[in-house]
């Protein structure tokens, strides 16, 4: 349990559940006032200058899994099996908004709150009926929104997690309460998305900050994200703009732009589903790519007086030709491996309204000066690629950024 003198409790105590500025459309079916904690009422007592009562501080919860849910009755079984298995010892809730589903999900979880309840953990169900989702983002909102732990677990209702795994991120973001908290994974079935699984789980602590520019999205994936209360709402809600829009991808850019850190517990916590149905499939690689830019420029570019664009081919040319003019002005190269691109000598921008049209060399890998951005795509060569990188002694996040 969290102590009671911990500053975010002092914080915690003008906040309610079902605040008015935060409404869900329905009523969430779950105790406020009177929450549960461990198993006993919370006993009310006033707090000096409030105008309501508010929950002993004693017995806040600790720890809200927010699990937004869509059509998900299929997996919902073994997900609710995870939570029930957690060996945190701390209070906890589930959290469930249901974003209008049409295969009586909402149904399937409230069949287990009497199991939960025996376990400790407090059900706040609810949802909507419109005939249409109104999206992730909308629906981690409304999750957010009605619980009450001063630390949220971010949960897929797709996806299983491991044992250890609340007590363990709680415990890193005890230490890290300005960070997202994720965890290595285990994907399902085994052997898809064999490189990006092996992104997630292999980049070193320092590479969680270096490589969030990647075409891979934020470095500790959103169905394992663990944070403080205090810094969600410091970040601000997620994005509701529905279908097509990567709301973690942007959560995670705000989150790094006003100092948060990022942290990985090196454990498997979860079982990470991949399939045809999941929300990320209806994102564009073009939203992407804009957002990765944008931040890239923001973060990196804008701060050199000059980089290298390390490729010479489609990637390289067309993130070049995405840059703003004044970062465009910047680059002093390409550089490449392929004897053909270096051969011509030259890159010209054929776009640009500029006379004569911009030409911009290009160089072998070895011929070029850092800083750079690196447009080439790991763990695709057979470690020829890193193998050339490497023998430059370069270091990552000050020399060079990886972008595909």
Same mark, same amino acid.
């Given at each position: 349990?969290?102590?009671?003198?911990?500053?975010? %409790?002092?914080?915690?105590?003008?906040?309610?559940?079902?605040?008015?500025?935060?409404?869900?459309?329905? !009523?969430?079916?779950?105790?406020?006032?009177?929450?549960?904690?461990?198993?006993?009422?919370?006993?009310?007592?006033?707090?000096?200058?409030?105008?309501?009562?508010?929950?002993?501080?004693?017995?806040?919860?600790?720890?809200?899994?927010?699990?937004?849910?869509?059509?998900?009755?299929?997996?919902?079984?073994?997900?609710?099996?995870?939570?029930?298995?957690?060996?945190?010892?701390?209070?906890? !809730?589930?959290?469930? $908004?249901?974003?209008?589903?049409?295969?009586?999900?909402?149904?399937?979880?409230?069949? /287990?709150?009497?199991?939960?309840?025996?376990?400790?953990?407090?059900?706040?169900?609810?949802?909507?009926?419109?005939?249409?989702?109104?999206?992730?983002?909308?629906?981690?909102?409304?999750?957010?929104?009605?619980?009450?732990?001063?630390?949220?677990?971010?949960?897929?209702?797709?996806?299983?997690?491991?044992?250890?795994?609340?007590?363990?991120?709680? !415990?890193?973001?005890?230490?890290?309460?300005?960070?997202?908290?994720?965890?290595?994974?285990?994907?399902?079935?085994?052997?898809?998305? !064999?490189?990006?699984?092996? /992104?997630?789980?292999?980049?070193?602590?320092? +590479?969680?900050?270096? +490589?969030?520019?990647?075409?891979?999205?934020?470095?500790?994936?959103?169905?394992?994200?663990?944070?403080?209360?205090?810094?969600? +709402?410091?970040?601000?809600? $997620?994005?509701?703009?529905?279908?097509?829009?990567?709301?973690?991808?942007? $959560?995670?850019?705000?989150?790094?732009?006003?100092?948060?850190?990022?942290?990985?517990?090196?454990?498997?916590?979860? %079982?990470?589903?991949?399939?045809?149905?999941?929300?990320?499939?209806?994102?564009?690689?073009?939203?992407? /790519?804009?957002?990765?830019?944008? =931040?890239?420029?923001?973060?990196?570019? @804008?701060? /050199?007086?000059? =980089?290298?664009?390390?490729?010479?081919?489609?990637?390289?040319?067309?993130?070049?030709?995405?840059?703003?003019?004044? @970062?465009?002005?910047?680059?002093?190269?390409?550089?490449?491996?392929?004897?053909?691109?270096?051969?011509?000598?030259?890159?010209?921008?054929?776009?640009?309204?500029?006379?004569?049209?911009?030409?911009?060399?290009?160089?072998?890998?070895?011929?070029?000066?850092?800083?750079?951005?690196?447009?080439?795509?790991?763990?695709?060569?057979?470690?020829?690629?890193?193998?050339?990188?490497?023998?430059?002694?370069?270091?990552?996040?000050?020399?060079?950024?990886?972008?595909?």
């Amino acid at each position: 349990m969290v102590s009671c003198k911990e500053p975010q %409790l002092q914080r915690f105590v003008q906040m309610s559940a079902c605040s008015p500025e935060c409404p869900t459309g329905q !009523e969430a079916d779950y105790v406020t006032a009177e929450r549960l904690c461990k198993g006993s009422v919370a006993e009310r007592v006033p707090v000096p200058g409030s105008p309501v009562d508010v929950v002993d501080l004693c017995l806040v919860v600790s720890e809200s899994v927010v699990m937004p849910v869509y059509n998900a009755s299929c997996w919902l079984d073994e997900c609710l099996q995870g939570i029930l298995d957690q060996d945190f010892t701390g209070s906890m !809730e589930l959290s469930v $908004f249901d974003d209008a589903s049409t295969d009586g999900s909402k149904a399937i979880v409230a069949g /287990w709150r009497e199991r939960l309840e025996r376990r400790g953990v407090s059900l706040v169900i609810s949802g909507h009926d419109s005939s249409q989702p109104r999206g992730v983002g909308y629906a981690k909102n409304q999750a957010v929104c009605q619980s009450s732990g001063l630390y949220l677990c971010f949960q897929d209702a797709d996806d299983q997690m491991m044992p250890q795994r609340i007590r363990l991120q709680y !415990e890193a973001c005890l230490c890290q309460t300005t960070s997202l908290i994720g965890c290595q994974v285990r994907r399902d079935p085994d052997g898809s998305t !064999e490189r990006y699984t092996r /992104w997630i789980n292999d980049m070193s602590q320092d +590479q969680l900050t270096t +490589q969030m520019y990647t075409s891979h999205g934020p470095t500790v994936i959103m169905p394992t994200w663990f944070c403080s209360r205090d810094w969600f +709402q410091q970040v601000g809600t $997620f994005d509701e703009g529905g279908k097509g829009i990567p709301e973690d991808l942007l $959560f995670f850019y705000r989150s790094i732009a006003q100092g948060g850190g990022v942290v990985r517990v090196d454990q498997c916590l979860l %079982l990470y589903r991949y399939h045809l149905q999941a929300a990320t499939h209806t994102v564009l690689e073009e939203t992407i /790519w804009n957002l990765r830019v944008a =931040f890239l420029q923001e973060r990196v570019i @804008n701060q /050199w007086k000059s =980089f290298t664009i390390w490729n010479a081919g489609k990637q390289g040319r067309k993130l070049y030709r995405c840059l703003t003019p004044t @970062n465009q002005k910047k680059v002093t190269a390409f550089c490449d491996v392929d004897k053909n691109k270096i051969k011509k000598g030259f890159y010209t921008y054929e776009d640009s309204k500029e006379r004569p049209k911009p030409k911009v060399p290009v160089l072998h890998y070895t011929d070029a000066t850092p800083p750079y951005i690196i447009c080439v795509k790991l763990d695709m060569t057979g470690g020829v690629f890193e193998e050339n990188l490497k023998s430059l002694n370069l270091r990552e996040g000050v020399d060079y950024y990886h972008f595909n």
